[in-house]
């Protein structure tokens, strides 16, 4: 009548191991996002420095800035940066000298979550 109130505990294991493996899984969807999150910005930060350097180099070159300009446009898009979000210009800088500014936005549509 009086049995052990510890005794009934068929199951128990069952019901750790699904709750464990439900948050493993949702650990491993998080951290698939943010890889996948971090791959883009890296793909697009490398772009827009090549494009950059391709365009400091043209106009060093040519001193030309609609030359340097598009110089840096071909280079980001060779290496797939946004056309639609790229902003490229010339600023001035010290005294006597300009640089070559790039910018670009990307949207990272996430996998699992």
Do not use: H, I
Not at 78 to 107: H, W
């Amino acid at each position: 009548m009086y049995g052990n109130p510890l005794g009934e505990e068929r199951g128990g294991a069952a019901v750790l191991v699904a709750l464990a493996m439900t948050c493993l899984l949702g650990f491993g969807a998080l951290v698939t996002d943010l890889g996948l999150w971090y791959l883009a910005r890296q793909q697009l930060a490398n772009a827009v420095d090549a494009a950059a350097l391709a365009g400091a180099g043209e106009l060093a070159q040519s001193g030309s800035e609609q030359s340097a300009v598009e110089a840096a446009r071909q280079v980001a898009r060779a290496n797939g940066a946004p056309q639609e979000t790229l902003e490229v210009g010339v600023s001035p800088g010290p005294p006597g000298e300009k640089g070559v500014r790039v910018q670009a936005k990307r949207r990272v549509d996430f996998f699992l979550a």
